[in-house]
């Protein structure tokens, strides 16, 4: 008797998940245990499954449930954002970086006074002002951003980038255009053809 899908844990996509890996964290660099001659191997020599899990767990959903063509399109997306941000990750580990404060550090960048209220930055990254905090903390504890007080609203917090922060952000985004955003297996076509496909759902969600 088949087995059915195991429920999905946080951060991960659940029956879609390589087997052994860390909910969400998929492996891209070599271990401590590792062989040396791993440090400088591809990306694509991490751990494969004999299978497309994704396809595996298409095949199981449609023998139960409808919307098939849905499922399988949502665990894909969501499973390369967890590649691609991954990827991203381990790229700006060097810097004292994620992508979520690179993000961070990309909006104030784009301001034009270099700096933005709290509240703002969590507007624009679309997450709760909670998330925004311990991001906003990480980026002055390592020199990134300052915060101080909105002159004009004594309640509000501005951030803003320093000379420092936007030293790293360079080399940051050096790093990132190198990798092409960790979809180098993608043409600029298909990248544009992806980006076009996205853009019906976001709309319809409410995303502008």
């Given amino acids: 008797m088949t087995q059915a899908p195991k429920p999905a844990e946080p951060g991960s996509t659940g029956f879609v998940s390589p087997q052994g890996a860390r909910p969400g964290r998929p492996r891209l660099v070599p271990t401590p245990e590792a062989p040396a001659a791993a440090a400088g191997a591809d990306r694509t020599d991490r751990h494969r499954l004999p299978f497309d899990p994704i396809k595996a767990a298409a095949d199981q959903w449609s023998r139960r449930w409808d919307e098939t063509p849905r499922m399988r399109a949502v665990t894909s997306l969501m499973r390369v954002h967890q590649l691609v941000l991954t990827e991203l990750d381990e790229l700006l580990r060097p810097l004292n970086l994620t ?49 101080n007080r909105h002159p004009e609203d004594g309640r509000a917090v501005l951030a803003a980038i320093t000379p420092t922060g936007r030293e790293v952000l360079q080399r940051a985004t050096d790093l990132i255009v190198g990798s092409k955003f960790a979809l180098g297996s993608l043409s600029e076509d298909e990248c544009d053809q992806l980006t076009e496909l996205l853009t019906s759902p976001r709309a319809a969600a409410g995303d502008f």
């Fill in 99 to 147: 992508f979520a404060r690179y993000e961070v550090l990309v909006l104030l960048a784009f301001s034009r006074r270099g700096s933005l209220p709290l509240g703002k930055i969590g507007e624009r990254l679309q997450v709760h002002a909670t998330s925004v905090t311990p991001l906003v903390k990480r980026l002055e504890n390592s020199g990134f951003i300052s915060r």
